[in-house]
DNA sequence: GCGACAG
DNA sequence: ATCTTGTCGC
């Protein structure tokens, strides 16, 4: 067990989010926040390969990508970013991101408390001043209703900003008798084909998500799971249709964004420091 | 009881 | 999350 808790003033205070009351009232939230979950598509534009059948809506142009990203020599920095692609040509039409220090540990099936502000924030400024390339869609890195408790950054932050959103994840949450070893076990059997995937079916018969190969040249799958007002089929789709490497371009592109703005902050720094 | 456990 | 080194291929 870790003894770093010292029962003093606030700096060490933040330790107390790992107390069980704390993550207590995690949980309520995150039961009070399920409370909004959607989990069917409800979206007013539609897919550019599909059937135009919702009335009023255009086609989907302007997804989101959101991360948080840390530097390794100050791990309290954190980095919050925010792109938006063009769906069509996937470039990014978009990026913002803003430089916090986070007090709020990570504790496997909470990473909302500690990414979901700060990307909150990202939204907020943006919607507020009404830009016209808002997100239709939001990608989170992060699982959806892949999560102990079915409710995951993807799903947090796609109530808090009535936002559809997907959650991928780079690595299984072990969740149901899920496991890797299944996972690749399944893929194996179910076919070479290099676009496939499998679902997510639990011990107990639930399904949480899926596994996909994004990429012909690997058979490490990305892990697709619903976050809010989008179908498992749809985020499966939308998930292939941006994947031009193994992680989907909003993914990828935004984590790109972020380590380069906490390394410009940190030269930013230095110069400070030296000169 | 112990280990495992998204980012 | 973040780090590491080498390696393959365009």
């Known amino acids: 067990m870790k003894r770093d808790t010292f029962d003093d003033d606030g700096k060490e205070a933040s330790e107390s989010s790992w107390s069980p009351e704390i993550q207590n009232n995690w949980i309520e939230t995150q039961d009070l926040l399920k409370t909004s979950l959607v989990t069917e598509d409800d979206f007013t534009w539609h897919l550019p390969t599909t059937t135009a059948i919702g009335g009023g809506g255009g086609g989907l142009k302007y997804v989101g990508g959101v991360d948080v990203s840390f530097s390794k020599d100050d791990p309290s920095i954190a980095c919050g970013t925010l792109v938006v692609l063009d769906f069509h040509t996937l470039d990014v039409v978009y990026h913002d991101y803003s430089l916090v220090s986070l007090h709020i540990p990570y504790v496997t099936g909470f990473l909302a408390f500690r990414e979901a502000p700060i990307l909150l924030e990202l939204l907020e400024k943006m919607k507020n001043c009404a830009h016209p390339f808002y997100p239709q869609l939001l990608m989170v890195d992060g699982n959806g209703l892949l999560h102990p408790r079915g409710f995951g950054l993807a799903c947090h932050l796609g109530v808090q900003a009535n936002l559809p959103t997907i959650g991928i994840g780079k690595n299984l949450h072990h969740v149901d008798g899920l496991t890797q070893y299944r996972v690749r076990q399944l893929l194996e059997a179910k076919g070479n084909f290099?676009?496939?995937?499998?679902?997510?079916?639990?011990?107990?018969?639930?399904?949480?998500?899926?596994?996909?190969?994004?990429?012909?040249?690997?058979?490490?799958?990305?892990?697709i799971s619903v976050g809010h007002r989008v179908s498992l089929p749809t985020a499966v789709k939308i998930a292939k249709m941006t994947c031009k490497f193994r992680i989907p371009e909003p993914i990828r592109q935004v984590r790109m964004f972020g380590n380069v703005s906490v390394f410009l902050f940190f030269v930013f720094v230095y110069l400070l420091c030296f000169v």
Do not use: Q, Y
Request: charged share 25%; hydrophobic share 40%; proline share 7%.
């Open 194 to 223: 290099p676009e496939d995937f499998i679902t997510l079916t639990g011990d107990s018969g639930r399904v949480w998500g899926a596994a996909m190969r994004s990429t012909v040249d690997t058979f490490k799958p990305i892990f």
